[in-house]
């Protein structure tokens, strides 16, 4: 798997011997056995120190410098697989001295080099508009009880628009980003598929990769977990998006090989019977994007951007195919509600929730639990080598009928 990053950052002001410097952080956006990234912001220029240890073996001890600058981007090897570290980030005040001025001792736990069993946790368009936003906040409580692998959002994190800049202290960002998650991201990995919010402007873009700086120029990733393969596609507005990175796409699901299960994530949602039903930022390219996930054998597919929480019977692109794609939309944890009319090929539609999706994996099988803001189960599904759900073919029934009578 190749690296992904640690990014820190926090939502406080410290004050050492007259001496005040605004930080974000922190929060991973990626973790391997052996290897991770972590960065800082500040808002001044300054140089950086971080000190991380096993935390059993403290004697261990090491320490990694960064020059001066308003982002540190700290790149280390060689940690021990399995292995819970402890990190802090000390800062050069103006007697020169580092100084640890957050007082904050953060850990991850590196994953050992044979997964067998992991979960990770999936939910999307937490933006919230409000002056005090609380939504997103209640969602993320609940996240740690899952220990989760990893957590990733299908998009629109942020309000975008009038409010978007390229920098990451704005309102925005400390609002609707670091503040509600600053009690999760500091020990788990955080990775996005980018929503429109994010990318409305030059300004949100440059925010965007200020915040995310190892995401590469085109926004799709792909990573991997023991033998789960992942795959990121950019989609920030429509589905017609896929058709730039389609044979991208289908080289990584090459690459996957051996794996056991193929999941993928984007903002917008091929199916949905939501507000965006009949819209073309949907209709346009979805059948073809069916097709080659059918095609290469991906099992599941995250989206946001229709503000619900849906899913749907696994599809087939034509009665020939002998695997069928699960396709679930999680998006809604602090925006505001669209309404989602169960059709024919709905499992389960439910409205007006904030939720989030964890995913329990393993060799022959791939749990899926939905739960409300209150931790309550609202949806659940498995996938599972041993029963194969052909679920329904999509092009036996027209659009038009697809919401039900």
């Given at each position: 798997m190749r690296l992904l990053s640690l990014v820190i950052l926090t939502c406080l002001s410290c004050v050492t011997a007259g001496y005040a410097l605004d930080i974000r952080g922190p929060y991973l956006t990626g973790l391997e056995s052996g290897e991770a990234t972590i960065v800082v912001h500040t808002d001044e220029d300054v140089e950086a120190v971080i000190e991380y240890e096993d935390r059993k073996n403290k004697n261990l001890s090491q320490k990694k410098a960064s020059p001066a600058g308003g982002r540190h981007i700290f790149n280390i090897e060689g940690l021990t697989p399995g292995t819970e570290y402890t990190y802090r980030i000390l800062?050069?005040?103006?007697?020169?001295?580092?100084?640890?001025?957050?007082?904050?001792?953060?850990?991850?736990?590196?994953?050992?080099q044979n997964l067998d069993e992991f979960s990770f946790i999936a939910y999307g368009d937490s933006r919230d508009s409000?002056?005090?936003?609380?939504?997103?906040?209640?969602?993320?409580?609940?996240?740690?009880?899952?220990?989760?692998?990893?957590?990733?959002?299908?998009?629109?994190?942020?309000?975008?628009?009038?409010?978007?800049?390229?920098?990451?202290?704005?309102?925005?960002?400390?609002?609707?980003?670091?503040?509600?998650?600053?009690?999760?991201?500091?020990?788990?990995?955080?990775?996005?598929?980018?929503?429109?919010?994010?990318?409305?402007?030059?300004?949100?873009?440059?925010?965007?990769?200020?915040?995310?700086?190892?995401?590469?120029?085109?926004?799709?990733?792909?990573?991997?977990?023991?033998?789960t393969s992942f795959i990121v596609l950019n989609t920030?507005?429509?589905?017609?998006?896929?058709?730039?990175?389609?044979?991208?796409?289908?080289?990584?699901?090459?690459?996957?090989?051996?794996?056991?299960?193929?999941?993928?994530?984007?903002?917008?949602?091929?199916?949905?019977?939501?507000?965006?039903?009949?819209?073309?930022?949907?209709?346009?390219?979805?059948?073809?994007?069916?097709?080659?996930c059918v095609e290469n054998k991906v099992d599941l597919v995250f989206s946001g951007h229709d503000h619900s929480y849906q899913r749907f019977h696994p599809l087939r692109f034509s009665d020939n195919d002998s695997h069928a794609v699960l396709f679930v939309v999680t998006g809604l944890a602090g925006t505001n509600a669209y309404k989602a009319e169960p059709g024919?090929?709905?499992?389960?539609?439910?409205?007006?929730?904030?939720?989030f999706c964890v995913v329990n994996v393993t060799h022959d099988r791939l749990s899926l639990k939905a739960y409300n803001n209150n931790n309550q189960l609202i949806d659940e599904a498995m996938l599972s080598k041993g029963e194969i759900n052909l679920g329904k073919v999509w092009q036996s029934v027209t659009m038009e009928s697809s919401r039900g009578q």
């Open positions: 800062f050069k005040d103006n007697t020169g001295n580092f100084v640890d001025q957050s007082k904050q001792t953060n850990t991850f736990s590196t994953p050992p409000s002056k005090k936003p609380k939504r997103h906040e209640l969602i993320a409580s609940q996240f740690l009880k899952y220990k989760p692998l990893f957590i990733i959002s299908t998009g629109d994190i942020l309000l975008g628009g009038k409010s978007a800049t390229a920098s990451a202290f704005n309102d925005d960002w400390t609002l609707n980003f670091f503040r509600p998650l600053r009690n999760v991201i500091n020990s788990v990995p955080y990775l996005v598929s980018a929503g429109n919010h994010e990318l409305d402007s030059p300004e949100a873009e440059q925010g965007f990769r200020q915040v995310f700086p190892t995401l590469k120029e085109s926004f799709n990733y792909s990573f991997r977990y023991g033998r920030p507005n429509r589905m017609k998006e896929f058709q730039s990175q389609k044979q991208w796409f289908i080289k990584e699901l090459e690459k996957a090989g051996n794996a056991d299960w193929r999941v993928v994530f984007l903002h917008v949602s091929p199916f949905t019977n939501g507000k965006y039903l009949k819209n073309s930022w949907t209709l346009d390219g979805r059948e073809d994007f069916l097709k080659t024919e090929f709905t499992a389960q539609a439910v409205n007006n929730t904030d939720h």
